[in-house]
């Protein structure tokens, strides 16, 4: 007996040894003064709780109850002494209503320089619809904040989230490495302006799944310096599409390679698959895109790449674009269009398009084959392809 006592202990310490349990530290805002009643500013309680996790040498948690949460504006810095933070949020995090507490800050809750963060559930109500009202009366208004935005940062996990009526961009992800957005809400008005779903610039091995997108502007949009990006199972619309650009704003300008969009629906949104780029000298290039299985439900303009990008007719009148567009990929797309031009390719006259390939298209207009219209674009088709091609 006593043989066999000795054998579970030396078992289960070995279990022990090889199986370390580590339990996470829990800092809850409201412990550290936050109000679940939407009008007490509760920055400082949650910028303390941010400093307790990213202080703590072991796994930390971030719990936020259910609640509304008034958030005045927070930057989390980086430089933790660990590298697995979980922001758990069960409430509503709100902007304040006045849009000059903002401003033309540009930002409301930002994340720099961290690693491994993780985002679970909980909405974020960025308060916009003051601030758009302000622009389109046509008074000078300031400039606005993006709700959420990762810089410098890798390891970055945003599961679950809601964020609705953003000022400007919902989501940000720039200068940032390794980041899983999935299951994500966004909600905005289809006329709020420049409130885009999901932004990515300057970074790599992004993937964002499973989420749907209602807006204002693009439901996701490709910045400058963005590879190996994959998008996948997304609903848009209203908006103004998944779109790669705008690009070639700046002459010296880092490319977009290897983006994948696939398995999405555009439900009468302005745009599907959209490339564009400025009309203005630049050394920018789009390389190696694949669209694939994507379903059009009165898109605008299901299929576009637009080169002569100019608005409002400044500082790009009489230019050409620089940008040079080459393999790109439309595979099993279908649906209707809501114009007759299903396929659009205006490219540069400097800078043609070049290896564009169709694979099963499959666009009507108005129960009628639609049309197709192709300036400066070069490539190759195969099986299906309605309208008929213009390469």
């Not at 909980?122 to 389109?136: I, V």
């Not at 999405?264 to 694949?290: D, M, Q, Y």
Request: hydrophobic share 35%; net charge negative.
């Amino acid at each position: 007996m006593l043989k066999v006592l000795v054998c579970f202990l030396l078992s289960s310490l070995l279990f022990v040894l090889l199986h370390p349990i580590t339990a996470a530290t829990s800092y809850n805002v409201v412990d550290f003064g936050a109000k679940p009643d939407g009008k007490t500013d509760s920055t400082h309680a949650f910028l303390v709780a941010w400093a307790g996790a990213c202080g703590s040498v072991s796994p930390a948690t971030v719990y936020v109850p259910p609640g509304s949460y008034l958030v005045s504006r927070a930057a989390f810095n980086g430089q933790c002494k660990n590298t697995d933070i979980t922001i758990r949020i069960e409430g509503t995090l709100v902007a304040p209503s006045d849009y000059n507490v903002l401003g033309s800050s540009g930002y409301w809750l930002t994340f720099d320089g961290v690693t491994g963060v993780s985002i679970y559930g909980g909405t974020l109500d960025g308060q916009g619809s003051g601030l758009w009202s302000c622009k389109a009366s046509g008074k000078s208004c300031p400039t606005g904040a993006r709700s959420l935005t990762f810089m410098n940062s890798k390891n970055i996990v945003i599961d679950g989230l809601s964020s609705k009526n953003s000022q400007l961009y919902h989501i940000v992800i720039d200068s940032s490495k390794d980041v899983k957005v999935r299951g994500v809400k966004v909600t905005a008005p289809g006329n709020s302006p420049n409130t885009d779903g999901i932004h990515v610039q300057s970074s790599t091995a992004v993937t964002i799944q499973s989420s749907n997108i209602k807006t204002g502007d693009d439901c996701i949009s490709v910045g400058p310096a963005t590879t190996n990006l994959w998008v996948e199972g997304i609903a848009c619309g209203p908006g103004h599409g998944i779109s790669i650009g705008s690009l070639g704003k700046d002459v010296n300008e880092a490319g977009v390679q290897n983006v994948t969009v696939k398995t999405v629906t555009f439900t009468g949104t302005e745009n599907g698959l959209r490339i564009k780029s400025w009309a203005r000298p630049s050394n920018g290039f789009v390389k190696g895109v694949l669209f694939e299985d994507a379903t059009m439900q009165k898109s605008q303009n299901p299929i576009i790449i637009d080169q002569n990008y100019c608005p409002h007719s400044e500082d790009c009148p009489g230019q050409v674009s620089g940008v040079k567009i080459s393999q790109v990929t439309y595979k099993n797309i279908h649906g209707t269009s809501a114009t007759e031009v299903a396929v659009k390719f205006d490219c540069s006259s400097k800078d043609p398009c070049t290896g564009i390939i169709l694979e099963d298209v499959n666009l009507t207009y108005d129960n009628q084959p639609a049309e197709s219209s192709c300036t400066n674009a070069d490539g190759t088709t195969s099986g299906l392809i309605e309208p008929t091609s213009c390469l």
